[in-house]
C-alpha cells in the first residue's frame, strides 16, 4: 500500500472535527515528490559533470606528475577525494525510498524529515566545507604550477582562482541556495503537522 494512502487512512478515521481533507495530504506529498525531482536531476547532473572532472584531472595527473612536486600529487588527491566524498554526501540527501514501501506512515514521514534535515545540511554546511578545501587544493596546486613564474603571476593567479570560486559560491547563496531553503522548511513544517495529527489518533 501506498504510505500516503496510509497516511490518508489514519487522517479519515480521526473525528470528523479534526479531519484533514485528502487533498491537504497529496498537496505534501506533491510538494516532496516535486524536491525529491530536482535533487535527483541536481544530483545526476552533477555526477555527469563529476565525471568529467575526475577523467580530465586524472589525465592531467599522469601527463604532468613528472614535471612536478609533491604539493602537484597532493592537491591532485585532495580534489579527487573531494569531488567524491561530495558526491556521496548529496547522493545521501536523495530519498531513495518510495511511498510504495511497506511501511507505517509515521516511520515514513520520519523517514522524509531525515532526508529534508540532511539537504538542508548539505546546503548550509557541507557545500560551504567543500568549498573551503577546495580553494586550499586548488591553491597549492597553483603554487606548485606557478612556482617558477614571478611572484606577481602566482598571487594574479591566486586571486583569480579565488574571485571565481567565491563568486561562484555567493551567486548559487543569493540566487538558488536561500529559495530552496526556504522550499525544504515548508514542505518540513507540513510533515511535521501530518506527524502530530497522526499522533494524536
Not at 496510509?6 to 478515521?13: A, C, G, M, P
Not at 540527501?93 to 516511520?107: A, C, Q, T, W
Not at 522548511?185 to 507540513?190: A, T
Amino acid at each position: 500500500m501506498n504510505s500516503f494512502e496510509d497516511i490518508q487512512k489514519n487522517w479519515l478515521s480521526q473525528p470528523v472535527n479534526d479531519v484533514v481533507q485528502p487533498t491537504e495530504i497529496q498537496f505534501v506529498q506533491n510538494k516532496w515528490q516535486k524536491q525529491q525531482r530536482k535533487v535527483l536531476l541536481a544530483n545526476l547532473a552533477m555526477s555527469f559533470g563529476f565525471l568529467i572532472a575526475l577523467i580530465t584531472i586524472g589525465w592531467v595527473f599522469f601527463a604532468f606528475r613528472h614535471q612536478y612536486r609533491w604539493p602537484f600529487e597532493v592537491s591532485i588527491a585532495v580534489i579527487y577525494c573531494l569531488l567524491i566524498i561530495f558526491l556521496i554526501v548529496s547522493w545521501r540527501s536523495y530519498g531513495f525510498k518510495k511511498e510504495s514501501l511497506e511501511v507505517s506512515s509515521v516511520d515514513f514521514i520520519h523517514y522524509q524529515i531525515s532526508k529534508l534535515h540532511w539537504q538542508r545540511k548539505v546546503l548550509t554546511t557541507y557545500v560551504w566545507i567543500y568549498c573551503v578545501l577546495l580553494w586550499l587544493a586548488l591553491s597549492l596546486y597553483t603554487v606548485e604550477i606557478t612556482r617558477r613564474a614571478s611572484i606577481l603571476f602566482t598571487l594574479t593567479a591566486l586571486g583569480i582562482t579565488t574571485a571565481y570560486l567565491t563568486g561562484i559560491a555567493l551567486w548559487s547563496w543569493f540566487r538558488k541556495t536561500k529559495k530552496q531553503l526556504r522550499q525544504i522548511d515548508e514542505i518540513i513544517y507540513d510533515l511535521k503537522q501530518l506527524h502530530d495529527s497522526l499522533n494524536k489518533t
